[in-house]
């Protein structure tokens, strides 16, 4: 017998079974487009309920393995490509009858709501407590694990700072650079970058793209310290930096010791084939910030966002901001941590990477 159920086991069956198809499933055993035993024929194998079969069926179709298909029965949809790496630690996310209705702009309410139940249930009054001045160590850890796993981001948790939103940790690099040094924006680039840095009385240079990032001429003859770059998806031009031009910004950055700002909001939900090196996992020499939100991944009033440092950083920022108190509450801050370890958020990337995919 191929699937086997462990009746001594706490984990209850349908997710015993789910666990090991999806397991064939990702490991080549049933490829894309082949159809999954039927439902009744499952049950006998595996010696459980029809309704058992049902509920692991379900639940890979709501995580974007398979679907159903009328009259035929379930068909193996995933593509490597499509998906994020899951931490095979986390939990299953319990099954439901009816799957929640999702766009590729929504978070699952019912996910996030039972989370935060969760959170309240698990902190009780610690979520009043005020949060540490760089963010909660839960979160950061979370965070560092996360980018391990699917960006090729090696950092350490004390290196991630949290703050409620992109313009707010804009403001921060400002006051952690200097305000006497010249920032660099992509022309044409997003419309508050330039008005935060604006509102930071900061001088700055519009520097015009081409079709692969800024144009070499641009960045030749710049007189910038500072370079801000949104290299995955720059808006509203939608040019994505082309890998040599990843390694044009270093270069350009080492020669004048300069900083590059990587802002590298809506990355996750690329509908690309190829895997896209951050210029952060690319630098040697400690001079990127790396930049990310969850406002588009989440929900647009999750006012969360995070800034990774350089180590060789981190000290220059504890002396002159790091008095400065954490701008998210603790308990936004323990939700999405749980989101996190729990892989919730990355199924739901993966989700809407493959609806977006077949659009």
């Known amino acids: 017998m191929k699937y086997k159920i462990d009746t001594i086991s706490k984990e209850k069956a349908y997710i015993q079974l789910y666990r090991q198809l999806r397991r064939d499933i990702t490991d080549g055993i049933y490829k894309y487009g082949s159809r999954l035993p039927s439902k009744r024929l499952l049950a006998e194998e595996a010696d459980v309920s029809v309704i058992t079969v049902e509920h692991c069926y379900s639940l890979l179709c709501d995580e974007g393995y398979t679907e159903a298909r009328e009259r035929k029965g379930y068909f193996v949809i995933y593509k490597e490509k499509d998906f994020l790496a899951l931490n095979e630690k986390t939990q299953v996310r319990k099954a439901v009858k009816h799957s929640i209705h999702q766009t590729a702009s929504e978070f699952s309410f019912s996910v996030l709501s039972k989370t935060m139940r969760r959170v309240l249930s698990a902190y009780g009054e610690d979520i009043l407590v005020k949060s540490p001045n760089f963010g909660c160590c839960e979160l ?22 949290i703050g409620s939103g992109a313009e707010y940790l804009y403001s921060l690099t400002v006051m952690l650079l200097g305000r006497d040094k010249i920032f660099a924006l992509e ?30 001429s641009e960045l030749e003859i710049t007189d910038a310290d500072v370079l801000h770059i949104t290299p995955f998806n720059s808006y509203p031009s939608g040019v994505t930096a082309t890998a040599s031009k990843r390694m044009e910004y270093l270069a350009w950055a080492k020669e004048r010791q300069a900083v590059i700002i990587e802002d590298n909001y809506d990355s996750e939900l690329t509908v690309s084939t190829k895997h896209e090196d951050t210029v952060f996992s690319l630098d040697k020499d400690g001079c990127v910030i790396y930049l990310n939100t969850f406002s588009k991944t989440v929900a647009p009033s999750m006012r969360v966002g995070y800034m990774i440092l350089p180590e060789k950083m981190m000290q220059k920022f504890e002396e002159k901001l790091g008095f400065y108190s954490c701008t998210v509450p603790v308990f936004e801050q323990y939700v999405l941590a749980e989101l996190i370890e729990k892989g919730d958020f990355e199924r739901h990337i993966n989700k809407v990477r493959r609806m977006r995919r077949k659009k």
């Open 140 to 161: 950061r850890s979370a965070i560092a694990d996360y980018l391990s796993r699917n960006t090729g981001i090696i950092t350490k948790p004390e290196c991630i700072i």
């Open 187 to 216: 022309d044409p680039s997003y419309e508050k970058i330039r008005k935060v840095y604006f509102a930071c009385q900061v001088e700055y240079r519009m520097l015009k793209m081409g079709n692969d990032g800024i144009k070499t």
